[in-house]
């Protein structure tokens, strides 16, 4: 009896890992394709890391479990290496999408759009994420070539610390952004290089090298009608499995659901400086999270809450702040300081994040640096400014406003004479 309940138990453990590793599945084929070493057919289910190719005149259209869209062209092999969709709390869910070579089309998903941060497209040379995106790739083993349909993308070649093994984008000073506004160009990183080149698309781009077929949803251009080819019933079949309305059908009412807005991240000095007013005062507004240190503070708005992801890791740059040096003796007067080439990096997966930004003030330039922890709700603790190399303490916060901000505020000793004290906000 024991063994029959072992057994039936992991018949279902063994069920229901297959059932969460279905990526998708197939709403058309034509020509020549192939999922692992079986004919790629309408209906099946493509699994989490399968291979999927097509020859010369072969297509594939995935529907993915989120109603996303992965579309392989001919000559193309890729894979849905990962699609783990964790609806309850999108912080966990984590999504990479390979294209090994060819060219192939992705359109985002509902898990995408609520987990930005853990979306990854890899090519065999540079990683691609998303703002809430349709896009197109081509690639070889030596140049990738991104288009954007609609939102943007955020690219990076493989260097430094973006490896295919990651999760999420690479974001940081070597990566280039592109969206849809910027019609006509692509984005391009060739083996080993680290920034991507924004050039004119031309013939270079993913759709001259292997051009969209007739029924393909939403066509060439954003927003541009989509025209049937001689199969119509086909085309028709193809826009109501990817959820499109049928162009004989009227389009369905807009209805606007409302959400919260992002938590916004509002910082200041909240006394005066030098004869400077205050630039923020220290109620902030109502509800909002506050955090003061010396001279300045945070405020982080009411809002929707901020999750931390569980992978990945982000990159910002210094936007704007605001800092001064101190000295002991009362008779000496603050000096006004400026801060350049500031980093800032938050890695999910450990809970950790470290910055640096160079402090220069009355002709003396301090090498400023913190590494600390990272809570769930995206707040930021810094470790003591007397643990190697750390040299300040760091108390800030995490926001989505804008696809991700940052700010900290900073005390430091310079000296035996001389403390720092400031403000920084970073953004992507």
């Not at 025209?227 to 209805?255: F, I, M, Y």
């Not at 190399?389 to 900290?408: F, I, K, R």
């Amino acid at each position: 009896m024991l063994r029959h309940l072992l057994v039936t138990a992991g018949l279902a453990l063994a069920a229901q890992a297959a059932h969460a590793a279905d990526a998708g599945k197939i709403i058309f084929v034509a020509g020549n394709a192939q999922v692992v070493d079986r004919p790629a057919s309408e209906g099946a289910r493509v699994q989490e890391g399968e291979l999927l190719t097509t020859g010369a005149d072969g297509f594939i259209y995935v529907k993915t479990i989120d109603n996303g869209l992965f579309i392989l062209r001919p000559n193309t092999t890729a894979r849905i290496a990962t699609y783990h969709v964790d609806a309850r709390n999108p912080a966990n869910t984590r999504i990479k999408l390979e294209l090994l070579s060819g060219v192939a089309r992705s359109r985002s998903g509902e898990a995408v759009k609520l987990a930005r941060q853990n979306f990854r497209f890899n090519t065999p040379v540079a990683a691609i994420g998303v703002r809430g995106t349709d896009f197109t790739v081509f690639t070889d083993d030596n140049t990738s070539r991104v288009a954007v349909i609609s939102g943007g993308i955020v690219v990076s070649g493989f260097a430094d610390a973006c490896r295919p093994e990651g999760a999420g984008p690479c974001d940081g000073t070597a990566s280039r952004e592109l969206s849809a506004a910027q019609r006509g160009q692509l984005l391009q990183v060739r083996r080993g290089q680290a920034t991507p080149q924004l050039m004119q698309g031309g013939t270079l781009g993913p759709d001259e090298i292997a051009p969209p077929r007739g029924d393909e949803p939403i066509g060439k251009n954003a927003g541009a009608s989509v025209e049937l080819n001689l199969d119509a019933k086909k085309s028709e079949r193809v826009s109501a499995a990817v959820g499109q309305v049928p162009l004989t059908s009227p389009p369905p009412p807009v209805v606007d659901v409302p959400q919260a807005p992002e938590r916004q991240v509002l910082w200041g000095r909240w006394q005066p400086v030098l004869g400077n007013a205050p630039t923020i005062g220290l109620a902030g507004p109502e509800g909002s999270e506050r955090i003061v240190a010396g001279n300045f503070a945070i405020f982080r708005t009411t809002g929707r809450d901020y999750v931390a992801p569980e992978q990945g890791s982000i990159g910002f740059a210094m936007k704007g702040g605001e800092a001064y040096v101190f000295n002991d003796d009362p008779t000496k007067s603050p000096v006004a300081a400026t801060m350049n080439n500031g980093k800032l990096n938050v890695d999910f997966g450990s809970k950790s994040f470290a910055t640096s930004f160079d402090l220069a003030a009355g002709g003396d330039v301090y090498k400023m640096r913190a590494d600390g922890a990272l809570r769930s709700d995206g707040r930021l603790f810094g470790n003591s400014a007397f643990i190697h190399p750390t040299n300040m303490n760091v108390d800030g916060v995490l926001s989505n406003e804008n696809g991700g901000s940052a700010a900290y505020l900073f005390q430091g000793r310079l000296d035996d004479q001389r403390t720092a004290n400031g403000v920084t906000f970073w953004g992507k």
